[in-house]
């Protein structure tokens, strides 16, 4: 993803997140790597458009954040899906299904 | 995102912002790690890490400028700015600053003027029964023609309006008989003015209705001001006699029989700012010609006639 701030791309990028820590609790560079790595390379978040994201889904209170200790025993921030985020997570997959559903019914409409 | 929750973000913010940086440093760190686990020299790992990140500075910033509040630290940030530039130009910032206090001050004085004359009401009671009454004649459009006594005592008595009618003539005096001779606005009044006001002397008595003879009488009410200018404040002004235009009483001493209390006197229309309203002596509508002659003759043209409404006390 570049560092476009349209309103789509970062709420996509929020729902990724979400979707992301839905697994479990992660920081911020295991996020990054972890929809790098599923979407095969295309997604690429870059750390600059990340932290503020992240910042505005805590201030939101869909995530929580606590401090841990990484893997190689390294003090990072560890984020976590709340309650409220679950819920906020299953209403934007259904938002981005019926948004790709619609283009893809345009688009197969064109041809 | 709560009001409460960025407010609490600006209060924390030094804690939020080491919180950051730890943060961000340590996903550098990791990634650091990854880079040279893929090969990467050291220094190129740490280099490609931190390039990712862009500029940090800038990256922090964004992040907090999520935040609402941060519009409050870039408003005082401003304004020290501001502070800084008009600084530097003293010449601008002079004129600019009386300009604001040529327009600030006019505005105030304007606006005390209209409160203490317009806006305030009167400090007697019932104040909107006051009425002031005029005597014009609207076939030939003649203002203030003035009211003859019988007229007068018709209104109060038989037209059923008024409670009460008192009857002033605004004039200039010299006082004599104070700490020094003065020249002061002198209201001439009926004997029942302060009654229909309804308002009391501070000090002394206002007129009773013996004073209510023909000519001028001895009692004179004098203002809160000028109690305290002329006579400082004396309560023994009472019985005091003072002397007001020689010529006006034929000589005779007036004593003064009340102080009336501080504030604007006479009725809407004549609010004195400046309670420099003198006395008031008391002088009977009952005749001009019955009593000592003076040497300005008060007609009826000279007065004015104030009323207040309401059900007759008869």
């Known amino acids: 993803m570049t560092k ?28 990054t790597l972890h929809i790098q790595r599923v979407s095969k390379d295309v997604l690429r978040v870059e750390e600059g458009s990340l932290y503020p994201a992240l910042h505005r889904i805590e201030q939101e209170g869909w995530i929580c954040a606590e401090w841990g200790t990484s893997e190689n025993n390294r003090r990072a921030r560890y984020y976590r899906l709340s309650d409220a985020g679950r819920k906020q ?13 619609a283009v893809a019914a345009v688009l197969q409409f064109a041809s | 995102m709560s009001l409460l929750s960025r407010l ?64 409050i630290e870039a408003a005082g940030q401003n304004l020290r700015y501001a502070g800084r530039m008009l600084r530097r130009s003293p010449g601008f910032t002079l004129v600019a600053i009386l300009t604001l206090a040529l327009g600030i001050g006019a505005n105030v004085a304007i606006f005390t003027v209209v409160h203490a004359v317009l806006l305030r009401p009167l400090p007697y009671p019932h104040p909107e029964q006051l009425v002031r009454v005029y005597d014009d004649i609207r076939s030939s459009n003649t203002h203030g023609v003035g009211m003859s ?18 009857v002033i003539f605004p004039a200039d005096a010299n006082i004599t008989g104070a700490e020094h001779p003065e020249r002061v606005e002198f209201l001439g009044t009926n004997a029942n003015y302060f009654t229909m006001l309804g308002a009391d002397a501070e000090l002394g ?28 404040a004396d309560p023994k002004v ?12 034929q000589g005779r001493w007036s004593h003064a029989t009340g102080v009336s209390p501080s504030g604007p006197y ?41 009323g207040r409404s309401g059900a007759s006390a008869t």
């Open chain 1, 89 to 101: 997570l299953a209403a934007e997959e259904k938002n981005w299904t019926r948004l790709t559903e």
């Open chain 2, 8 to 71: 609490k973000g600006l209060l924390q913010i030094h804690r939020i912002e080491r919180d950051l940086d730890e943060e961000l440093r340590s996903h550098i760190e990791m990634r650091t790690q990854d880079n040279m686990a893929s090969g990467m020299s050291p220094q190129e790992a740490r280099y490609d890490a931190q390039r990712r990140f862009g500029n940090a500075t800038l990256l922090k910033e964004d992040t907090r400028a999520v935040d609402i509040v941060g519009w």
């Open chain 2, 205 to 232: 008595r206002t007129y009773t209705p013996a004073d209510a003879l023909p000519g001028f009488s001895e009692p004179v009410v004098i203002s809160d001001a000028y109690w305290r200018r002329g006579f400082g």
């Open chain 1, 4 to 31: 476009a701030k349209s309103d789509v791309l970062q709420g996509t990028l929020a729902l990724l997140v979400l979707k992301t820590l839905a697994g479990g609790p992660m920081h911020g560079y295991g996020i």
């Open chain 2, 266 to 306: 006479a009725c809407s229309g004549c609010r004195s700012l400046g309670n420099d309203r003198l006395c008031r002596a008391a002088f009977s509508c009952a005749s001009h010609s019955g009593g000592p002659a003076s040497s300005r003759r008060y007609g009826p043209a000279q007065t004015r006639t104030y």
């Open chain 2, 149 to 166: 006594v019988p007229e007068l005592w018709d209104l109060r008595d038989r037209s059923g309006v008024f409670q009460d009618i008192s």
């Open chain 2, 238 to 249: 009472i019985g005091q006699k003072i002397r007001i235009d020689g010529d006006l009483l």
